[in-house]
């Protein structure tokens, strides 16, 4: 039985770490895969299962992929997979939905630190010898913003979102929420279950921890963007195209935001003409929030598990 992982390269680990894998069947690892037809329907020819993290798997190349059964998402979001061409050709689509919740929800709480704090900056300065210059014992480049009585708006309350709450509530701020069904409130001081648009219109920090859908593509547009406070940070941890790059690009340089930090972008990887690259208040990491050791160690474990129940005929993490 012929499997084939497409981009083995997004979990940079040996090949050995898919011993457990070879176990089950004939593996193939490709590194990386072109987002090509052509190209991926040949690697894929003849193969029961496949993995992928972003290889898109549309619904042209499943209906011409007779021999194909299952398809193994390396992540949690599945919009790489045609799922309803998958499933009108009885094939098993499952994700791996929780492993990245620790080790996601940091990396959001690390970026919003940052933009409070400004660690990088300060440190650039005294590494530059400001420090050594100075008549005083204490300066800085931006003092830091406290947390503690601050409004934090979590777009998407699902667990990221609920792990990141429970870390800035501890830290003093006050937090509202929305989601798509609204249950089990935080008994959280102050909490409020809020729509979109007055989330982005009261908070001071809002970070978004919804998937993207084709209703929600795009929804932080510049109509969203002018209602904010003036300096207001936004943060994304989530998917690029939730938010219009040109509107935030313009907000971030004629306001009100402040700042903003983002971990995806809607080009990945970054496209040269991408309208935040070169803004000093816009801070960008290479969609990296994923990606602890830990993190894609479970990723693994629980994306072979999968693909060993389907075998045995009780498929878990399936997506409907």
Not at 155 to 178: K, N, P, Q, Y
Request: proline share 4%; aromatic share 6%; charged share 15%.
């Amino acid at each position: 039985m012929k499997i084939v992982v497409l981009d083995a390269g997004t979990l940079d680990f040996e090949s050995s770490a898919w011993g457990d894998l070879n176990a089950l069947c004939d593996v193939v690892l490709h590194d990386t895969t072109v987002n090509a037809a052509e190209v991926i329907q040949e690697r894929i020819k003849g193969a029961v299962g496949v993995f992928t993290n972003k290889v898109i798997l549309s619904s042209e190349i499943i209906a011409n992929s007779p021999d194909l059964k299952f398809i193994g998402v390396l992540a949690t979001g599945y919009n790489a997979i045609d799922v309803d061409a998958a499933h009108q050709h009885g094939v098993t689509v499952c994700n791996v939905p929780t492993y990245g919740t620790a080790t996601t929800a940091q990396h959001a709480v690390a970026l919003i630190l940052e933009l409070c704090n400004q660690v990088g900056l300060n440190n650039a300065s005294v590494q530059a010898g400001d420090w050594i210059g100075s008549h005083h014992f204490s300066y800085w480049k931006q003092a830091p913003i406290e947390l503690d009585g601050l409004t934090v708006g979590i777009i998407g309350f699902g667990t990221i979102g609920r792990r990141v709450a429970s870390i800035l509530h501890a830290m003093g701020a006050r937090i509202v929420a929305s989601a798509r069904t609204p249950r089990d409130a935080p008994d959280y001081a102050g909490f409020e279950w809020l729509d979109n648009e007055t989330i982005f219109q009261t908070a001071d920090i809002v970070s978004l921890h919804c998937p993207e859908t084709p209703s929600n593509r795009g929804f932080v547009n510049a109509a969203l963007l002018k209602k904010m406070k003036p300096g207001a940070f936004l943060v994304n941890t989530a998917r690029g195209g939730l938010i219009c790059e040109d509107d935030l690009s313009y907000a971030l340089r004629h306001g009100p935001l402040t700042g903003a930090a983002l971990d995806v972008l809607s080009s990945e990887p970054m496209s040269e003409n991408c309208p935040l690259l070169g803004l000093d208040n816009c801070l960008i990491t290479p969609h990296i929030a994923w990606a602890s050791e830990a993190a894609r160690k479970r990723l693994l474990m629980t994306s072979i598990d999968n693909l060993k129940q389907f075998l045995a005929g009780a498929p878990i993490n399936v997506v409907s």
